[in-house]
């Protein structure tokens, strides 16, 4: 694996950075928009691919009996966009607003998250330092032992740790699913051209549900080769899982945001020019 943790050296605004590089986007339909503009920005040809399409949860059920009794929770953790997307949808399908949610505390995941949870006119009281659930368990801003925890999320295929490890410190920590993630059926054809052609730089991965719905995807299809193209992960989790799924991981963003996966692609891309 590439070292990055040497200084970024490229500058923001060079929209060279890029140029000529050919770079996948693997985000979900309809999510990939800005990051995909800020690479074309660089200088980037960019395809998007997504792997994941978001959609309802199996049933609202769970989710509706959360809100109806949201007055007696003490946490309320969002972790994704589409966990505030969705669980705003229900909350005013429940005759509910803002007002309802007064007297919780809110914690979010991601500088994403934080900015969906903004446009509801609504502050985080709590975002960790670092953009993953593991630094939210570690840097809680107070004891949760006893504190009732509603965590709205992915029903399937989602991390473990957040709830393992507050429940381990003592928190009743009810999970409710809130929208689901699953696999598209089928690559756009310029995508697939252009794996088979090996006309592609990089491919960006920004979870490690995207990895693996990748995989599946060109595991479908002859003619595939990734070597030679750089994988780019946003963080840890999805490091660990190109490793498990490709061998290998090329470069990792070193503030786990999309931003700084645009910076560790520059900086990637920088030193073969």
Same mark, same amino acid.
């Given at each position: &694996?590439?070292?990055?943790?040497? #200084?970024?050296?490229?500058?923001? !605004?060079? *929209? $060279? $950075?890029?140029?000529? #590089? !050919?770079?996948?986007?693997?985000?979900? +339909?309809?999510?990939?928009? %800005?990051?995909?503009?800020?690479?074309? %920005? +660089?200088?980037?040809?960019?395809?998007? &691919?997504?792997?994941?399409?978001?959609?309802?949860?199996?049933?609202?059920? %769970?989710?509706?009996?959360?809100? /109806?009794?949201? $007055?007696?929770?003490?946490?309320?953790?969002? =972790?994704? =966009?589409?966990?505030?997307?969705?669980?705003?949808?229900?909350?005013?399908?429940?005759? #509910?607003?803002?007002?309802?949610?007064?007297? @919780?505390?809110?914690?979010?995941?991601?500088?994403?998250?934080?900015? $969906?949870?903004?446009?509801?006119?609504?502050?985080?009281?709590?975002?960790?330092?670092?953009?993953?659930?593991?630094?939210?368990?570690?840097?809680?801003?107070?004891?949760?032992?006893?504190?009732?925890?509603?965590?709205?999320?992915?029903?399937?295929?989602?991390?473990?740790? @957040?709830? #393992?490890?507050?429940? /381990?410190?003592?928190?009743?920590?009810?999970?409710?699913?809130?929208? %689901?993630?699953?696999?598209?059926?089928?690559?756009?054809?310029?995508? @697939?051209?252009? @794996?088979?052609?090996?006309?592609?730089?990089?491919?960006?991965?920004?979870?490690?549900?995207?990895?693996?719905?990748?995989?599946?995807?060109?595991?479908?299809?002859?003619?595939?080769?990734?070597?030679?193209?750089?994988? /780019?992960?946003?963080?840890?989790? !999805?490091?660990?899982?190109?490793? *498990?799924?490709?061998?290998?991981?090329?470069?990792?963003?070193?503030e786990y945001t999309l931003d700084g996966l645009l910076e560790a692609l520059r900086e990637f891309f920088s030193n073969f020019n």
């Amino acid at each position: &694996m590439h070292s990055l943790e040497v #200084k970024l050296i490229v500058n923001p !605004t060079d *929209r $060279s $950075s890029l140029s000529g #590089k !050919t770079i996948i986007v693997t985000r979900a +339909a309809g999510q990939s928009g %800005e990051f995909s503009l800020k690479l074309r %920005e +660089a200088g980037a040809k960019v395809l998007e &691919m997504p792997t994941i399409e978001i959609v309802p949860p199996s049933s609202w059920d %769970e989710l509706d009996r959360a809100i /109806a009794q949201i $007055s007696q929770f003490d946490w309320l953790i969002l =972790t994704s =966009t589409n966990a505030v997307s969705y669980f705003w949808q229900r909350l005013s399908h429940n005759g #509910k607003n803002n007002s309802d949610l007064a007297n @919780l505390q809110i914690a979010v995941v991601g500088q994403k998250t934080a900015q $969906s949870l903004h446009k509801k006119e609504i502050e985080p009281n709590f975002i960790p330092p670092n953009f993953v659930a593991d630094s939210l368990v570690e840097n809680f801003p107070e004891n949760p032992a006893h504190k009732k925890i509603l965590f709205p999320r992915v029903e399937t295929g989602g991390r473990e740790v @957040l709830v #393992k490890e507050l429940t /381990a410190k003592g928190a009743k920590v009810i999970e409710v699913p809130t929208y %689901e993630s699953r696999c598209p059926q089928t690559i756009d054809n310029s995508v @697939l051209n252009a @794996l088979q052609q090996n006309q592609v730089d990089a491919i960006t991965f920004a979870s490690s549900k995207t990895v693996k719905n990748f995989d599946t995807l060109i595991s479908q299809v002859n003619g595939i080769n990734l070597k030679g193209i750089c994988i /780019a992960s946003i963080g840890p989790q !999805t490091s660990e899982t190109c490793q *498990r799924v490709f061998g290998r991981v090329d470069l990792e963003a070193q503030e786990y945001t999309l931003d700084g996966l645009l910076e560790a692609l520059r900086e990637f891309f920088s030193n073969f020019n």
